[in-house]
């Protein structure tokens, strides 16, 4: 993949952001993803957060955790979590918003047995629930605003099989600051809330290996 320039990031980043902006002022804030997929037309070096790669915490997590199952991957973007678990032989469906991400993702990953699907986390079907044995979410609910952010991170845990287990990734909000999203760097208070009636087994705040800033990120996780 080439490596953006510094103006190109900054460029990418401000589309970013007035295409959140503009998708809030429509009252579809959530509209802005599949037009960033569509508009990419297929170059990934137009989709910022994918790296091609798992996310390195998801990866440290399974090399000591190696039980396997149905996994549901939250947001799945261009697949590479869903692809990774897959490949570990978890039996994976991965969902997002966004038909192109989901169409994209099913064309790089042909050949792996993932179960593909367009949903809204906000509105799953019924008959998820309590059904996965893990679920990942990884940088979604700092890509949402706050108004629905709330409300999507309520529908994580009872999609937990007895003895499941939620992952939540992100970006970890140290300073209290607001800062001027997508993302918004997470709280504390706000992770833990992720899994309220679950058991929180582990909230890790670190950096990426890669990481050349001063940015913290965190992976939380919880047992059912
Ligand atoms: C910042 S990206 C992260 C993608 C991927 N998880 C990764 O780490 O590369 C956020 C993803 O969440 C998806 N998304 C946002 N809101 C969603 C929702 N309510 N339901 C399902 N997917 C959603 C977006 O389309 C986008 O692919």
Redesign the pocket.
């Known amino acids: 993949m080439r490596v953006m320039s510094e103006k190109e990031i900054a460029e990418l980043r401000d589309r970013i952001h007035s295409m959140a902006r503009s998708a809030e002022a429509k009252s579809d804030p959530?509209a802005w993803?599949e037009d960033l997929y569509e508009s990419s037309e297929g170059n990934v070096s137009m989709i910022p957060?994918?790296r091609g790669d798992p996310?390195q915490f998801l990866v440290e997590w399974t090399e000591s955790n190696n039980p396997k199952g149905k996994a549901l991957v939250?947001?799945?973007?261009?697949g590479?979590?869903a692809a990774y678990l897959a490949k570990l032989g978890w039996d994976v469906t991965a969902?997002?918003?966004?038909p192109t991400?989901i169409e994209w993702s099913s064309r790089i990953h042909d050949g792996l047995n993932i179960q593909w699907r367009v949903?809204?986390?906000?509105d799953l079907p019924q008959d998820w629930t309590g059904q996965w044995d893990l679920v990942v979410e990884?940088?979604?609910l700092q890509?949402?605003p706050e108004e629905v952010r709330y409300p999507?991170s309520e529908k994580l845990a009872p999609l937990l099989a007895l003895d499941g287990t939620l992952i939540s990734i992100g970006l970890f909000n140290s300073s209290g600051e607001h800062s001027e999203g997508p993302?918004w760097p997470l709280s504390e208070t706000f992770i833990r809330s992720i899994g309220e009636g679950l058991n929180q087994i582990a909230l890790e705040v670190k950096k990426r290996q890669e990481d050349d800033t001063d940015r913290l990120r965190y992976i939380s996780v919880w047992k059912r």
Not at 95 to 98: A, E, H, Q
């Open positions: 959530l993803f957060w994918s996310h939250v947001g799945s973007g261009l590479e979590d969902f997002d918003i966004s991400a949903e809204n986390l906000l990884v940088h979604i890509a949402i999507a993302p």
